[in-house]
C-alpha cells in the first residue's frame, strides 16, 4: 500500500539538540498527524495540523502543514532522553472513513 | 476513562491455521480502525468498523475479516494464515466524523510459523 516518504530512516542527536523531520507524499491529504511510538507499544499522537500553512506547537515540539498539502515537517526543541521512539507521520484525507496513511517512521536516538 | 485495550499482547501460529484478535475500544467511541505493521514498517490500513459494519477495505485479501459488536469493541479474524502475516496489529478508536483522532492500543504481537 502507499506509504508516506519519511528519511533518513535512523537520527543519533546529543541531548539539549534540536531536531527536524520531514514527511513528504505524492498525492494531498486534508489532514497531517505525528505520532510516537516506544517499544512494545502503539503509536500516540503528538500534534495534528488541520489546514495548509498551519504551524502548531505541543510543548518542545512543532509542527508545520506544507502549504502544497503534500508534506509536514516536525521539530523537536532541546532534546531529552525520553524524545528517544519511533516517528511516524500521517496523512488523512476527509473521506468516508478517514483511514491515516503512515510514513515508515524514523528511528530518534538521543545521547545523554 | 478507558483507553483502547488489545488481547492477546502476543500469539503463536503455524501457517495455514486461523486467527482471533480482540480489541476494546476507548469509552465513548464508536469506530475502529484496525491496522497491520510489518517489522520497520509503518501501519497500514486494513479496515474500519461503523456501527457494526465494514467502512472502508485497504489493500488486504478478504480472508482478513473482521467484526463489531454493539459496545463498539471489535474483532480481527485472518483465516489460512501465510508466513507475511507475522505482524504487530493495531486497532484504533475514534468517534465518527471529520478530523477526530484515532487513538491506537498497544497492539497484538503475531508470529507465523
Known amino acids: 500500500g502507499q506509504q508516506l516518504n519519511q528519511s533518513p530512516q535512523s537520527m543519533f542527536i546529543q541531548e539539549g539538540e534540536d531536531v527536524s523531520m520531514n514527511c513528504t507524499s505524492s498525492s494531498i491529504f486534508n489532514t497531517w498527524l505525528w505520532y510516537k511510538q516506544d517499544p512494545g507499544e502503539g503509536p500516540v499522537l503528538l500534534i495534528a495540523?488541520?489546514?495548509?500553512?498551519e504551524l502548531t506547537s505541543n510543548g518542545r515540539l512543532t509542527a508545520q502543514f506544507g502549504i502544497t498539502r503534500k508534506d509536514s515537517f516536525l521539530n523537536i526543541s532541546a532534546s531529552i532522553p525520553s524524545d528517544v521512539g519511533i516517528y511516524f507521520c500521517?496523512?488523512?484525507?476527509?473521506?468516508?472513513?478517514?483511514?491515516?496513511?503512515f510514513g515508515k517512521g524514523i528511528t530518534l536516538s538521543v545521547r545523554p | 476513562e478507558t483507553g483502547v485495550t488489545q488481547s492477546p499482547t502476543h500469539l503463536i501460529k503455524t501457517r495455514g491455521q486461523q486467527v482471533t484478535l480482540r480489541c476494546s475500544s476507548q469509552?465513548?467511541?464508536?469506530?475502529v480502525s484496525w491496522y497491520q505493521q510489518a517489522l520497520g514498517q509503518g501501519p497500514q490500513f486494513i479496515f474500519q468498523y461503523y456501527r457494526e459494519e465494514e467502512n472502508g477495505r485497504g489493500n488486504f485479501p478478504p480472508r482478513f475479516s473482521g467484526l463489531q459488536f454493539p459496545n463498539y469493541s471489535s474483532e480481527l479474524n485472518v483465516n489460512a494464515l501465510e508466513l507475511d502475516d507475522s505482524a504487530l496489529y493495531l486497532c484504533?478508536?475514534?468517534?465518527?466524523?471529520?478530523?477526530?483522532?484515532?487513538?491506537f492500543g498497544p497492539g497484538t504481537r503475531l508470529l507465523v510459523l
Open positions: 484504533a478508536s475514534s468517534l465518527a466524523g471529520v478530523g477526530k483522532t484515532q487513538y
Open positions: 495540523l488541520y489546514k495548509a500553512g
Open positions: 500521517a496523512g488523512q484525507l476527509t473521506g468516508a472513513n478517514s483511514k491515516l496513511t
Open positions: 469509552s465513548g467511541h464508536n469506530t
